[in-house]
């Protein structure tokens, strides 16, 4: 099959194919669907259009490997080897992998960039736990001395990985990694916005020796493929990273076979500061906490709370922030906000901000027009400060996943905590203090699943993290989640 031309003097766009027990096929309706540079509008492939034919194909791949005995009875130092090679093969591909989220869906590639270590990190905690959290234990019975009882650790089979847009080399180690150190397969979705690294990873998962049908790719749109997933008799797991409303439809599809969910959601994350904080430190932690990959970030801060003393000191010192931080293509390593992923997600976004303005709140960063000539192509949004708003208001209550940061007082810490609990979210939450008795009683008080104190968004591999209340169901990161790709047998032996 040739490969689309877009002129004579250009180079053909890549046809990317998807991978399904070992090999690079493409879709089975032959469709493909283009992805684009949110930046500048560059055309960067044509990839297959998974349906659930493909998804069938993948899953059946799966199964076969899962209960194949060169998987099946794999060492646990057979797996562990797999994953450090992968680590090996990570370190040394890092640069084109992150280049790729930067083309694929405009994170600034400094920021793809920094997150090497941290993927590296991860993937060998996951290898290190593949041989210290993947057997059972031995329970002393307490009803008969001649009652050997033990418990076993199983994977729990076909695991269908549905991944996010807005962090996508991440987003495939977090969900392979625990696959491959417990012994289960999958089928693994990446986001139709920005599927070119992952697909890329599924080039280095082979060379790493994960054998066929253990890590299966289908690309495509989640009206059809990760639909397809969740409905699938076949799979025995979800692990879904995205929206709440997709989240609820999950469980819903998961009645049929009574999958196993790992749902990581959305969130409305309060960031608190009290007047005794040191506000030179917190100021540009309080404004990347949401600007950060233009606000395309599950956690972000995007709930201001300062105490009422230094509300219009603090929030102003944000706006100026905000207006230091350059825009543009993330390729620039200059550019530290980069663009939307999208033209839909670019109009989501200015519906929150024209609410705002309908509302008369006040915009102390945000509204000047983006006269670049190198921004007009782009979904480029700048970053946002609004203040005057209340936690009654939609823009307060939703999740925006853009660069708006909306800017509440409070009076007492009380009235702090009441706040940054009146939400259906519970993620993360971020609380600047100079008292340690400050520090402790929020983090006790705070309904969420991080708090972090005198810092913003600093993720460890072995330590646990989700959400409460909408914010989703188990646990990513640390051992916790490996717990979550096992089913617990227990065994009576009479002796």
């Not at 799966?62 to 992968?86: C, D, G, K, S, V």
């Not at 006040?362 to 480029?380: I, N, V, W």
């Amino acid at each position: 099959m040739s490969l689309p031309v877009q002129n004579a003097s250009v180079a053909p766009v890549p046809r990317k194919r998807m991978l399904i027990d070992g090999e690079w096929v493409e879709a089975a309706s032959g469709r493909v669907f283009e992805t684009y540079n949110p930046a500048n509008g560059e055309h960067l492939a044509d990839i297959a259009e998974g349906q659930k034919e493909d998804v069938d194909r993948a899953v059946a791949a799966a199964r076969r490997a899962f209960e194949n005995p060169l998987w099946r009875r794999a060492r646990p130092t057979e797996r562990q080897a797999i994953l450090l090679r992968l680590a090996d093969l990570l370190e040394e591909n890092f640069e084109e992998l992150a280049r790729l989220d930067t083309l694929d869906m405009g994170m600034p590639i400094t920021f793809s960039r920094s997150r090497k270590t941290r993927l590296l990190n991860f993937l060998r905690y996951y290898a290190s736990l593949t041989v210290t959290q993947t057997g059972g234990e031995t329970v002393q019975n307490s009803l008969a001395a001649d009652i050997f009882t033990y418990t076993v650790k199983e994977p729990v089979g076909v695991v269908g990985a549905i991944m996010p847009w807005n962090s996508p080399l991440t987003q495939t180690i977090m969900k392979v990694g625990p696959v491959l150190a417990s012994g289960c397969t999958v089928v693994l979705k990446p986001s139709e916005e920005a599927s070119l690294a992952a697909l890329r990873m599924g080039e280095l998962f082979e060379k790493a020796g994960v054998p066929a049908g253990v890590v299966n790719i289908v690309t495509g749109f989640g009206k059809s493929v990760g639909a397809a997933l969740a409905d699938h008799p076949g799979v025995d797991k979800i692990s879904f990273t995205g929206s709440n409303a997709t989240g609820q439809r999950l469980i819903e599809a998961s009645k049929g076979n009574l999958k196993r969910l790992t749902l990581e959601l959305g969130g409305k994350s309060p960031h608190i500061i009290f007047a005794d904080a040191d506000l030179d430190a917190a100021v540009p932690v309080a404004a990347m906490a949401c600007f950060s990959n233009s606000g395309q970030i599950c956690s972000a801060g995007s709930r201001l709370l300062v105490e009422r003393p230094i509300y219009d000191e603090f929030m102003q010192r944000v706006a100026d922030y905000a207006k230091s931080l350059t825009i543009g293509d993330g390729l620039d390593p200059a550019t530290q906000i980069g663009p939307i992923v999208s033209r839909t997600q670019f109009e989501r976004i200015q519906t929150f901000i024209r609410r705002g303005l309908d509302e008369h709140l006040t915009f102390l960063a945000g509204m000047d027009p983006l006269d670049e000539p190198s921004l007009k192509t782009g979904h480029f949004i700048r970053p946002t400060v609004i203040a005057g708003a209340d936690n009654s208001m939609k823009i307060s209550r939703e999740e925006i996943f853009g660069p708006v940061l909306v800017g509440m007082p409070f009076d007492s810490f009380d009235q702090a905590m009441q706040i940054a609990n009146d939400t259906d979210f519970g993620l993360g939450a971020g609380v600047w203090t100079r008292s340690v008795s400050t520090a402790h009683q929020s983090a006790r008080a705070i309904r969420s699943g991080t708090v972090w104190i005198n810092t913003y968004a600093v993720l460890d591999p072995a330590v646990p993290f989700g959400g409460f209340k909408t914010s989703g169901i188990g646990r990513e990161q640390g051992r916790h989640q490996l717990d979550a790709y096992f089913e617990e047998k227990s065994v009576y032996l009479n002796l």
